[in-house]
């Protein structure tokens, strides 16, 4: 296949058609309003199922009533859509039925921007929606890499009937860049056998998320964390640029960990021997190679376009064994290369803590830059 | 001749609701107050003859607990 | 001339095979049991059973999936409109139908049933319309009717504070995607009767591919009206019909013409 130059949004739409998705439903949100347009043009182009729906929330429960039936499906949305959607995550995952959400982050919270942002990790990644489940959530960085992780989402989501997310910002979702799109698969002719379809010629079959009986609620739970564990051991997936002899370490995901990039490669111009962890999937999270790279390096920083959610996550693999550092822009601002490459600078002379919060020291920086009021 | 009918109630769907006694035309259904069943209702039963098959005690049952059997006519020819 | 003779008796009623064999948990003389009836009725009349799926909603039929014999998935509250557009939009040559009260259709769902309707979504809705939040204990419902009293509001509904209830068979039935919106009642025999038509159109609607149909019945709440149920179908026939009337909102002309 060539190599095209494509929107973000529409390559994403694009890699899922080719992945087979049989029905898409969603609402308007800018980031990601091309996808819904995208598919408003393909998918009955293809005879596929297209829905636009009245809301977010009547989008996600479409969703939910094909995913029921074992189809491809997806949805789309952006921060204050995505928080209208958890009510039926939260079903979704306790019905134990496979769908992919893609979610182009947007700055918040509250109606906020439609600057790229990073700040719903905590919402995906730790559950916006209630109780224990677990969504798997794939990290692009650019436009190519979208493509190959829609494509994955939905395998990853069929393999473990859960959620897969694919999470990206508004840079992202709106960015041109060269890629190639995958060939056309097939749609499924089989259904998996939990599936309803109409109970012709065999037992009739009932998807729910209700178990009355709290043992049985608690079998299910388990059986979902036991799922999980098999997703955190065969699924997690992160890039490593110039570790080998680090010693210092940036991690970033997304958008901030392609910016990240260009700050560690100017830095090691500069003789500075830092490297990049950029997680692919943030949940199931890295947290073997950062747990390593603590008993190597003296220190790491911490990129997000957020006020610090991945950089718990970090901390936690890191156990304060080694010096964390943040620094995060927020409400739609983008760091630039040279912001990272200065903290990195900051990070190389020191002196470094373990003690603190990094977030407490960020802002005490950041006041410095934005002119904004700190606390302390 | 009144045509002739009976039911059979199951009594383990049935809950004592009474709306088929009040909706029988014949009057010949009431609940057995002698009688529980499994759950702790009192099963409705027929009471006396009369029963003529019309069914609506089964089209009122929210249980579809109720059985309607009707005799079938059969014209006999002349002889 | 010939002389009517007895012969053995024979069944002209019998369980419909659609209803699985078990108690429901529904309170006794509550009228859920003679929808779920009337439903298993039509789709063995019609030979639909192995071809349909039902949506489940979140009210005292939250367990609907366990009294009938077919597929089932369950929707949160408020949506099994938009997981039966899922359902259907994959499946369109299957059968989809929600079951849904009065909350979950016309309070928290009504965004849903609306935009399903003005889609001219192909599935049939049945709304069980008992003018208050059964399975919670018996609050004011968008269908509680002026002065009626409830757990939530005790003194009566205060139209000044709380409106007037909502009649939602009208109100859909101007919009242009809804084909077969009616409603009936199953306080009697003859409106009992009545609501199996409807119920049969309804699905005669959506075996033709003729487009959105609901059917709104009028039914009992013997718990929650402190009522026998009894009394609950004397109450429903002169509080409830007087306020929602039994009639035809919305049939479109090749539904009337319809010989079923």
């Known amino acids: ?376 | 001749m009144p045509v002739k009918g009976t039911i059979e109630v199951d009594e383990s769907l049935c809950k004592g609701c009474e709306l088929c006694v009040g909706a029988c035309p014949q009057d010949v259904l009431e609940l057995s107050l002698e009688r529980l069943n499994a759950k702790g209702y009192h099963p409705a039963e027929l009471k006396a003859l009369g029963c003529t098959g019309c069914g609506i005690c089964a089209v009122v049952c929210p249980e579809a607990a109720i059985t309607v059997y009707r005799e079938a006519l059969v014209a006999r020819k002349p002889a | 001339m010939a002389i009517p003779e007895t012969e053995s008796m024979q069944v002209v009623y019998s369980r419909p095979d659609s209803l699985v064999d078990v108690n429901t948990h529904y309170c006794p003389g509550c009228t859920h049991g003679v929808g779920h009836r009337l439903i298993a009725e039509v789709l063995d009349e019609m030979g639909l059973r192995e071809k349909t799926i039902g949506v489940a909603s979140v009210g005292c039929s939250v367990f609907a999936y366990n009294y009938f014999n077919f597929d089932w998935v369950q929707a949160p509250h408020g949506r099994a409109p938009a997981m039966a557009t899922g359902v259907k939009r994959v499946y369109p040559d299957r059968i989809v139908l929600t079951y849904q009260g009065d909350g979950d259709l016309a309070s928290i769902g009504m965004a849903e049933i609306v935009h399903a309707a003005a889609r001219g979504e192909n599935i049939t809705v049945v709304f069980i319309n008992n003018a208050n939040y059964g399975m919670t204990g018996g609050q004011m419902a968008p269908t509680t009717l002026p002065g009626q009293k409830t757990t939530s509001s005790p003194a009566g509904r205060d139209v000044e504070q709380a409106g007037y209830p909502i009649r939602t068979a009208e109100m859909l039935s101007t919009l242009e995607g809804a084909s077969y919106v009616v409603r009936r009642s199953l306080h009697d025999p003859k409106n009992i009767r009545m609501a199996k038509k409807a119920l049969r159109l309804a699905f005669e609607t959506q075996v033709r591919g003729m487009g959105f149909s609901m059917v709104e019945l009028l039914s009992t709440c013997p718990t929650n009206w402190g009522l026998t149920p009894l009394q609950s179908l004397q109450w429903l026939e002169e509080k409830m019909v007087p306020y929602y009337p039994i009639n035809d909102f919305k049939v479109a002309p090749a539904i009337a013409g319809l010989k079923v």
């Open chain 1, 1 to 376: 296949m060539t190599r095209e130059l494509m929107k973000g949004n529409e390559a994403v739409a694009e890699a899922a058609i080719r992945a087979g998705l049989q029905a898409y439903f969603g609402y308007p949100i800018t980031p990601q309003t091309e996808l819904l347009e995208w598919m408003s043009r393909r998918m009955p182009e293809l005879g596929r199922a297209f829905v636009q729906a009245e809301s977010e929330l009547a989008a996600i429960n479409m969703v939910y009533g094909a995913a029921c039936t074992g189809a491809r499906v997806m949805t789309s949305s952006s921060s204050p859509g995505i928080s209208l959607m958890m009510e039926g995550l939260s079903y979704i995952a306790g019905t134990e039925v496979p769908m992919v959400l893609v979610d182009v982050m947007r700055g918040g919270p509250g109606l906020g921007n439609i600057a790229p942002a990073q700040s719903d990790y905590n919402q995906i990644v730790h559950g916006g929606g209630h109780g224990d489940y677990y969504p798997i959530v794939l990290a692009p960085s650019s436009v190519q890499e979208s493509i190959d992780l829609t494509v994955l989402a939905f395998d990853l989501a069929e393999k473990y009937r859960s959620i897969a997310v694919v999470l990206t910002d508004g840079s992202l979702g709106q960015m041109m860049e060269p890629a190639e799109m995958p060939a056309m698969q097939p749609l499924r002719t089989q259904f998996p056998d939990w599936a309803v379809s109409g109970c012709e010629g065999r037992e009739r079959r009932i998807l729910t998320s209700i178990y009355l009986d709290p043992p049985a609620e608690e079998r299910t739970n388990l059986r979902l964390a036991a799922r999980w564990q098999q997703v955190e051991a065969n699924e997690i997936r992160y890039k490593e640029y110039f570790l080998d002899d680090a010693d210092f370490v940036v991690v970033g995901y997304g958008s901030t960990g392609r910016v990240a990039l260009s700050a560690v490669r100017a830095a090691r111009a500069e003789g500075i021997k830092v490297g990049l962890l950029r997680p692919i999937t943030v949940n199931p999270f890295p947290s073997q190679i950062l747990d390593d790279l603590a008993n190597r390096v003296q220190g790491m920083l911490v990129v997000e376009m957020s006020a610090g959610q991945m950089l718990e996550d970090v901390r936690m693999a890191v156990s304060r064994r080694i010096p964390v550092e943040f620094f995060g822009r927020l409400g739609g601002v983008v760091p630039f290369p040279d912001e990272i490459h200065n903290e990195i600078r900051r990070l190389v002379q020191g002196p470094l803590t373990t003690d603190g919060h990094p977030r407490d020291r960020w802002l005490r920086r950041m006041a410095a830059i934005t002119g904004s009021p700190s606390v302390n």
